[in-house]
């Protein structure tokens, strides 16, 4: 039973199981969801994003008895979701590049973001993606300072 709740919970519900790129599917439920919540304010989002964090850290461990990081796992999707809509207004076109530019950075991880990958267990899932996460909000923020959304 255990083993289970801890697939559903690292599968964002089994949204991860979806059989095309699982990991876009969990980001975009995640903007989804947000979407409805979202006021613009930064506390609850990074309170979210810290518990989903640590339900990660301890259901992707027993989901995968610490062994590597299959493509249903999308719990670290949503982390980095969360985290890259930190600070965006609520708004349409923010949304979309937060969830464009986050997509582009978990998927290439660049800035040896792909380095955090080699943690082991849990850490190296969760990680990538929560950099991601952060140097998409980031640049984001650089881009709405050049040119608000």
């Known amino acids: 039973m255990i ?7 690292a599968s964002l519900g089994g949204v991860g199981f979806f059989p095309i790129m699982p990991g876009t599917a969990g980001s975009l439920v995640t903007v989804f969801i947000t979407w409805f919540f979202y006021t613009g304010e930064t506390g609850p989002l990074l309170t979210a994003a ?3 964090f640590f339900i990660g850290l301890v259901t992707v461990q027993y989901a995968t008895k610490g062994q590597g990081d299959p493509s249903w796992i999308v719990i670290d999707e949503a982390v980095g979701m969360l985290l890259a809509l930190v600070g965006v ?10 969830f464009v530019l986050f997509r582009i950075l978990d998927i290439y991880k ?3 973001i792909h380095l955090l990958e080699r943690l082991p267990g849990a850490w190296g899932v969760m990680l990538d993606d929560i950099v991601a996460g952060l140097v998409a909000a980031a ?3 650089a881009a709405m300072y050049v040119m608000p959304f």
């Open 50 to 52: 810290a518990i989903i």
């Open 3 to 9: 083993n289970f709740l801890a697939r559903a919970c």
């Open 110 to 112: 660049p800035f040896g």
């Open 139 to 141: 640049i984001l923020q």
């Open 89 to 98: 207004p609520p708004s349409g076109k923010a949304f979309f590049a937060a």
